[in-house]
């Protein structure tokens, strides 16, 4: 099959202009078909999608708000080769819903509570519920062009109300019994699944992002003070998050999102059940009839996602994962076990054997471009004794008694260790060439943290257009406890001033909000946008610009201030080279109302999946969105104008060369 030029370093398009349509826009030569949409079956024999807002059978079809995404290469033998450009298997996350599209009318689930119509709201709630997850679908190509095998061994949908199994230090524990899963050993579904991963051995890592906004807290009298300050650390309080409402749907799979010690004991009530969730499912796609596995040693964050370093023989395994949240902090997890080539399509025994097992670490970042890797575990004597959270004048103790409650209160023991707060970390990726490792940090403003309380990895003091940071493990080993880091580029508007635009951005690459990451094999650097109003959302929808993105240390110290702001604020920190020197330029810009994220690629560089989130995102709630996107409507060509009054829908689309040559090359 075709080969892919390793190390690139130069780029073969036409920057497209940033711009305002409601289509996907390419570079002058290539195509986009859209290949899995929002209600798109994955089994033959489904009725026909209605897109009304009717639909109920979405634990059969596509779910909603496409996120994170994995191409699996499969051989001819239906096992995982990663070499295979034209099958495999698309994995992707269903992070949330567009409540204005998905149901009859925009108001139908607030109808329905109002009503006390408990008929009509179960099955609301349930296409909320099958909505939501992982698809897992079948995709071959045939005469240059990408389709979904209907009725594939290997289709299926992992929902709200599919079984997983807990592994790791927190399986088990009393402080994940309840009376749905009263071993603790198990647990079920996975939600708000933003970003992803996947592992050298063939599966595929979702992570789990706002899952903490599912709950409604009721009764929590008989809590503890340590699990009551879990719940204050993880923002899981009170009826403000009240958000999707499943409580009220009687039995167990709903009543479980109502957080109450009214039971009288665990078992017996859902006082832990928020405790099951914030972890990585981990998913085989290859064997779709084993459960996936919950890996507890992640930590319970939001996570974004979880990204692999390289392998190597002999060394350990180590993924990086940022908690996205304002001023959350960046993690990594090393195996305790070294990389065994036998492992490749080894499926979740390999996962049992690399993640179940290890240290977790959150990063400091220090101002002199130095970073401390610090470790999150029962050994540590810093996190020994009592401490205390405090939070609008209450305060609760807790202490770390086991390596289960380090790891299921990992932002407590963070903030114990002094971890460096971020400006929201979102994706990460590994430079397949150098090791580098480089991090999304979408923006930030001041409700979190004062426009004074800079440092040098987060030096803006109002960061509206966010940037990325990029840093080298010491002596290049991704378990090593230290490393130097320097800013690989500040988003910005072109237009402002030089001392905000510290990267130099122009017409052809102005960008704002930095969110999905992606270098590919060859070492090409894919910046995804998740812009919003305060960035630069007027001169152009979300977008996806592609770099080389040379090395760390090869730019200078700078000194960067903040424009447009009262609250000047600067502080001296080091820069890469500017955009034009790493050749940083537009490739796509999404249709209205859209997100751009999720990203993958075949081996041989030829076909490029990205998934286009919540287009008509931002209608007025009277709408179905259509006075923004109807993209796609029926329409299969993702670069066509979307026709007809058709809701707008989520989708993945498949990025191609007309010549079938190699992308952005
Ligand atoms: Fe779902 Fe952090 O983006
Ligand atoms: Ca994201
Ligand atoms: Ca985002
Ligand atoms: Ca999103």
Redesign the pocket.
């Known amino acids: 099959s075709d080969q892919a030029t390793m190390n690139p370093q130069s780029l073969g398009f036409e920057a497209v202009p940033g711009g305002i349509e409601d289509r996907v826009i390419l570079p002058p030569g290539y195509k986009a078909d859209v290949l899995f949409a929002k209600g798109d079956p994955l089994f033959s024999g489904l009725p026909s999608f209605k897109n009304d807002g009717t639909d109920i059978d979405y634990d059969s079809r596509s779910g909603d708000e496409h ?1 994170g995404m994995h191409f699996f290469g499969m051989n001819s033998a239906g096992q995982f080769d990663p070499d295979v450009s034209d099958r495999g298997i698309l994995v992707l996350n269903h ?2 819903l567009e409540d204005n599209t998905l149901h009859e009318t925009p108001t139908s689930k607030a109808d329905a509570i109002s009503n006390g119509n408990l008929l009509e709201l179960k099955k609301i709630v349930d296409r909320e519920m099958n909505g939501h997850g992982v698809s897992c679908v079948e995709i071959r190509k045939q005469n240059g062009k990408w389709s979904v095998v209907l009725d594939s061994p290997y289709n299926r949908r992992l929902t709200i109300f599919t079984e997983m199994d807990m592994r790791g230090p927190v399986a088990g524990e009393d402080f994940v019994k309840t009376k749905l899963t009263p071993t603790g050993a198990n647990r079920y579904g996975t939600m ?1 699944n ?2 992803n991963g996947h592992t050298p051995w063939g599966t595929y890592l979702a992570a789990e ?2 899952w903490y906004a599912y709950y409604t807290v009721g009764d929590i009298a008989g809590l503890s003070d340590k699990h009551r300050a879990w719940m204050e650390r993880y923002g899981i309080r009170g009826n403000g998050w009240n958000y999707r409402q499943w409580n009220l749907i009687p039995g167990d799979q709903y009543e479980r999102f109502r957080v109450e010690t009214t039971g009288g004991s665990a078992t017996t009530d859902f006082r832990n059940e928020p405790n099951l969730h914030g972890y990585i499912t981990e998913v085989d796609p290859f064997r779709p009839t084993q459960k996936p596995r919950i890996r507890t040693t992640f930590g319970r964050l ?1 996570h ?1 996602g979880a990204w692999l370093a390289p392998v190597k023989e002999g060394k350990p395994v180590v993924f990086y994962s ?1 908690d ?1 949240a304002r001023r959350e902090y960046m993690y990594k997890f090393v195996s305790k076990h070294n990389w065994n080539e036998a492992d490749r399509n080894g499926g979740l025994a390999a996962g049992d054997r690399y993640m179940d097992e290890g240290k977790l670490y959150v990063a400091v970042f220090n101002d002199d471009g130095t970073g401390v890797w610090k470790e999150l575990s029962h050994d540590n004597i810093e996190l020994s004794g009592t401490h205390t959270y405090t939070r609008n004048d209450n305060s609760w103790d807790y202490t770390f008694d086991t390596e289960a409650e380090v790891l299921a209160s990992a932002r407590l023991a963070a903030d114990v260790v002094g971890a460096t707060p971020m400006d ?1 970390p ?2 990460a990726t590994v430079n397949p060439q150098n090791g580098d490792v480089y991090l999304a940090l ?1 923006n930030g403003n001041t409700s979190n943290r004062p426009a004074s309380s800079t440092d040098g990895a987060n030096p803006r003091a109002i960061n509206q257009n966010g940037h990325i940071i990029r840093w080298r493990e010491a002596g290049g080993d991704h378990a090593s406890t230290t490393f130097d880091w320097d800013i690989f580029l500040f988003g910005s508007d072109a237009d402002a001033s030089s001392d905000y635009n510290v990267s130099g951005l122009t017409a052809d690459n102005e960008f704002s909000s930095p ?1 999905g990451l992606f270098i590919d094999p060859r070492g090409v650097l894919w910046i995804q946008t ?1 812009d919003g109003s305060s960035g630069i959302r007027s001169k152009t929808n979300n977008q996806m610009l592609v770099a080389i993105p040379g090395e760390y240390g090869d730019g200078e110290s700078v000194t960067v201030t903040t424009a447009d702001s009262d609250n000047q604020a600067s502080i001296e920190t080091f820069v890469g080279q500017p955009a034009e020197a790493v050749k940083l330029k537009r490739f796509l810009v999404g249709p209205n109302g859209c997100e751009i ?1 999720g990203i993958s690629m075949t081996a041989d560089a030829r076909s490029m999946f990205i998934n286009i989130q919540h287009p008509g995102e931002g209608g007025s709630k009277d709408s179905f969105n259509t006075n923004v996107s109807v993209w796609p409507a029926g329409s299969r060509d993702a670069t066509a104008f979307g026709e007809g009054g058709n809701r707008p829908r989520s989708a993945t689309i498949v990025i191609y060369r007309e010549d079938g040559g190699e992308i952005a090359l």
């Open positions: 996120d992070e949330n708000n933003c970003a992002e706002n939001s974004e940022g996205d929201r979102e994706w979408t969110d998740d994220t």
